[in-house]
């Protein structure tokens, strides 16, 4: 029985008197879509920064692929195939879409100290950059400034650079965020394509979406995790239709 | 409906046809002063080129660049004080300590973000500035005159301005392509992403303290070698060229010319140097509306001359 | 042993002036989050107006209440008329536009006063020695600047840690957005806030006038000294500019005095007299660098913002 690819343990986060992380043990096994809900302010975020390595936790223990990454600094993680998108969009704004995820292929792509040649001009780093923007369906704006696209096109965007650098693993936050229905559909199916191929923790309020999409729920309630198991499981789970989902359903009618 | 040209492609090919012309219509016209300004416009330049580097293309706001000039300055006129007049000793000694002194403030300073590295990098000049004021060997505050410019082989003088005035140029030219290079290239684009989003450069894979240190090197190594020009040029090195409001004026060049682009830094020198010519021959109080300018530019035109110009492109085609 | 007490007395009253100095700069920095470099000429005019209105009114005192008031109304005009416009926007617009300022006064004060600089002699009450230990002699004006710039800290402490307006200052240094949204009028804080640095700043000026100097560009030697102490004793925080002003102002005064001698020990005189103030002053920077290295928040910071 393999380790799971990514293994939390006991992990705690505070800030000055608030516990945002409380004692939280989370696997996900290769391969998976594991889908992290819960109210907001549950620490889904802090979370997730201290995976990517934004955060440092007060205590536990974090192993990627087994090898322990709770200190390692957040470029590392990226090195061993750990990516992230944001919740909120941090895209280079001021680069074209194309120099935005040339720029994640070229994190993979060795070290950075080649001063003359032209970054632009150079296969490795545009071809994998491309291929990452057919897939998300952004070829068409590849030689648009980031600033210039929609938001929907920007959650897309976090995507694609999140894809580029062929991660084994994709922490996805809040993908969905500010999407309209339409934008919605067409992201879900981005990731049920994706499915598989990453293992995928991804942070979601859209219960729809995640019901769709995730093998596995885990559900984080101030810091905590109230419940973990399958979709069904967790859907006629009474801890969490309190806590979580009542609420959830009382707003969808 | 396309315009016949591009109005700022226009721009620079004037400046550069008269800055190449220049000698010419100076020997023509016998007019001396003006072969000495411009030189004086082109190794400023020179400055704000690589100032560009960092601040225009890296974001990174150094209030204290205006020091590699002073110890490029020093470097030329200390030897040559010495007794040591060889180029080829003064002008790498002039490079080299420029990149050290960069070393050291880019690694103490790296860290440290928005104000307070505006402050770091503002206040290891000042050290500077008042190391140089102390010694007493070298003229402390009065400065040190240098006699013999920095000798290289013949036929190559530097005593003869038209020859100085055409290296210096050759040099800038030099020093543009470089820049345009690096900017361009893996480095560049490291350097570009760190400027539009640090935190997602980390996010993404890359260790960008290492990057921005090797920058800021190569950024004062290029105004090392502008010091080391400027000394030459006036024959002489005071304190005076690396306090503080000296780095405010390279900054000023800059954001004039046109923040991030090739050729903004060049005209921006000749803008702000041209305009202080033409001014002060109108008031001795010129400054008066120097600093209103200033502040206008900043709320308005952001972007520079070079933006206003792109901007009055982007009018025309539509 | 006199002197070593005269010393200490100068570095205490060089100390505390530069405590004004950077007092106004770490609220306008920590409340407004604004970077002025222009706090210099803020100075310089204070200085300028102190020694012109002492010389029309013949009096020091009076002319030094209506410097006060002036700086304060120059303060809040440029308040309203140029930092309104820069709040939210990049730091180095800030410092690009603040320069510009400073260029403005510089040029300004030139055109008024001309270049030659002025002086502002004291009144006899003030410039005799006062006797405060046996056999101790002071200068009765730098005892003076002492206390009234420990009224003024004094006062300054009162109105930060007891007024409700002092609540608000403390709030916005270190949450600016809930101070916005508890629905207080930050443009009239903002504009109050930057009034009163001014005025800090213009009495630092005016009272080190009579001793010093009041000239053209002494705002921009003595603005990097205090943006280092505002640095060094952490953003917004009055009572770390006051520790670090202090520190500053000893090693200064201290290093002025003593090190040509140590230097003279083991160089020549002329070299000594040279390098002695350029060691000091390096100092000062060096030890900036050790706290910034250490503690990148400063000694004393306000807090998250």
């Not at chain 1, 087994?66 to 061993?80: E, V």
């Amino acid at each position: 029985m393999s380790e799971p690819l990514l293994r939390v343990q006991n992990l705690a986060k505070r800030f000055g008197g608030i516990v945002a992380t409380d004692d939280l043990s989370l696997d996900v096994a290769a391969g998976q879509l594991h889908a992290l809900i819960g109210p907001n302010g549950a620490g889904k975020t802090t979370l997730i920064a201290q995976l990517s390595g934004q955060l440092m936790p007060n205590a536990g223990r974090i192993r990627f692929a087994g090898a322990d990454i709770t200190t390692l600094p957040m470029y590392k993680r990226s090195r061993l195939g750990l990516a992230r998108s944001f919740q909120i969009t941090s895209l280079f704004l001021d680069l074209s879409v194309l120099d935005n995820v040339a720029l994640a292929v070229q994190a993979h792509a060795g070290h950075s100290f080649h001063f003359w040649r032209d970054a632009r001009a150079e296969a490795e780093l545009r071809e994998p950059a491309r291929a990452a923007l057919a897939r998300t369906g952004l070829s068409a704006r590849a030689d648009q400034l980031a600033s210039a696209l929609s938001h929907g096109e920007h959650r897309l965007l976090e995507l694609a650079m999140a894809l580029a650098g062929t991660p084994r693993m994709l922490l996805l936050d809040e993908p969905m965020a500010g999407l309209g229905p339409e934008e919605s559909a067409r992201m879900v199916e981005m990731l049920r394509a994706l499915k598989g191929e990453v293992t995928i923790l991804l942070v979601e309020h859209d219960m729809e979406a995640v019901f769709a999409l995730a093998s596995r729920i885990t559900v984080l309630v101030y810091g905590r995790v109230i419940a973990s198991g399958a979709p069904d499981d967790i859907r006629n789970n009474a801890a969490v239709r309190e806590a979580y989902l009542g609420e959830s359903e009382a707003a969808h009618a | 409906m396309t315009p016949a040209f591009n109005l700022r492609t226009l721009v620079t090919v004037v400046l550069i046809a008269a800055l190449l012309l220049l000698p010419l219509y100076t020997g023509l016209s016998g007019n001396r002063f003006l072969l000495t300004l411009f030189t004086r416009i082109v190794i400023l330049a020179l400055a704000a080129v690589s100032l560009n580097l960092i601040l225009g293309y890296g974001g990174m706001m150094s209030f204290g660049h205006a020091a590699y000039l002073g110890i490029g300055g020093y470097s030329v006129g200390i030897l040559a004080h010495e007794g040591i007049s060889s180029g080829f000793v003064q002008w790498p000694v002039a490079l080299a300590s420029s990149a050290l002194f960069a070393l050291v403030i880019g690694a103490l300073s790296g860290r440290a973000r928005g104000v307070y590295f505006i402050m770091i990098t503002l206040a290891f000049a000042q050290m500077a500035y008042y190391l140089f004021a102390g010694l007493a060997r070298y003229g402390g505050d009065d400065g040190l005159t240098i006699y013999k410019r920095s000798q290289f082989v013949a036929p190559i003088d530097l005593s003869n301005k038209t020859q100085f005035y055409y290296i210096c140029l050759a040099l800038l030219f030099g020093a543009m392509y470089l820049v345009w290079r690096i900017v361009n290239s893996r480095f560049g684009m490291v350097i570009q992403g760190a400027r539009s989003n640090d935190t997602r450069m980390g996010a993404i894979g890359f260790p960008t303290y290492r990057y921005r240190l090797v920058c800021f090197v190569i950024a004062g190594t290029l105004c090392g070698l502008s010091g080391a020009l400027l000394a030459n040029h006036t024959d002489f090195v005071s304190p005076s060229i690396m306090y503080w409001t000296r780095s405010g004026d390279l900054i000023i060049m800059v954001i004039l010319g046109g923040m991030g682009t090739p050729f903004g830094p060049l005209i921006g020198a000749v803008a702000l140097l041209a305009l202080e010519e033409v001014l002060s021959g109108v008031t001795e109080y010129w400054q008066i509306i120097l600093g209103p300018l200033l502040l206008l530019v900043v709320l308005f035109a952001r972007g520079g001359i070079e933006g206003v110009l792109t901007q009055a492109d982007a009018k025309v085609r539509s | 042993m006199n002197l070593f007490i005269e010393q200490c007395l100068n570095g205490l009253q060089f100390g505390l002036m530069l405590f004004l100095l950077a007092a106004g700069l770490t609220l306008v920095l920590g409340i407004m989050d604004m970077v002025n470099l222009a706090h210099g000429s803020l100075y310089m005019i204070g200085a300028y107006f102190a020694a012109t209105f002492a010389a029309w009114t013949g009096s020091f005192v009076v002319g030094v209440v209506l410097a006060l008031g002036a700086t304060l109304l120059v303060g809040m005009a440029v308040e309203v008329v140029v930092m309104r416009r820069l709040y939210g926007r990049d730091h180095l617009d800030h410092v690009l536009a603040t320069f510009g300022l400073i260029l403005f006064f510089d040029e300004t004060v030139r055109l008024i006063w001309g270049p030659a600089g002025l002086s502002l002699p004291l009144p006899a009450w003030l410039s005799q020695p006062v006797q405060i230990l046996p056999g101790v002699n002071y200068s009765a004006y730098r005892l003076a600047m002492i206390v009234v710039t420990l009224m003024v800290a004094a006062f300054l402490y009162v109105l930060v840690m007891r007024t409700r307006i002092g609540m608000l200052i403390r709030a916005g240094a270190s949450n600016r957005e809930m101070v916005g949204a508890l629905g207080v009028n930050i443009k009239l804080l903002y504009t109050l806030v930057f009034g009163l640095g001014a005025a800090l700043a213009g009495l630092a000026g005016l009272m080190q006038a009579p001793i010093l100097t009041v000239q053209i560009g002494m705002g921009e030697n003595i603005v990097i000294l205090a943006f280092v102490i505002t640095v060094i004793g952490g953003i917004g925080s009055i009572r770390g500019a006051l520790v670090a002003a202090l520190f500053v102002g000893f090693i200064d005064t201290l290093g002025r005095s003593y090190f040509p001698d140590v230097l003279r020990m083991m160089f020549s005189k002329d070299v000594a007299s040279t390098a002695a103030p350029a060691l000091s002053s390096m100092l000062i920077y060096l030890l900036m660098a050790i706290v910034l290295v250490a503690k990148p928040e400063g000694l004393f910071s306000a807090g998250n913002r």
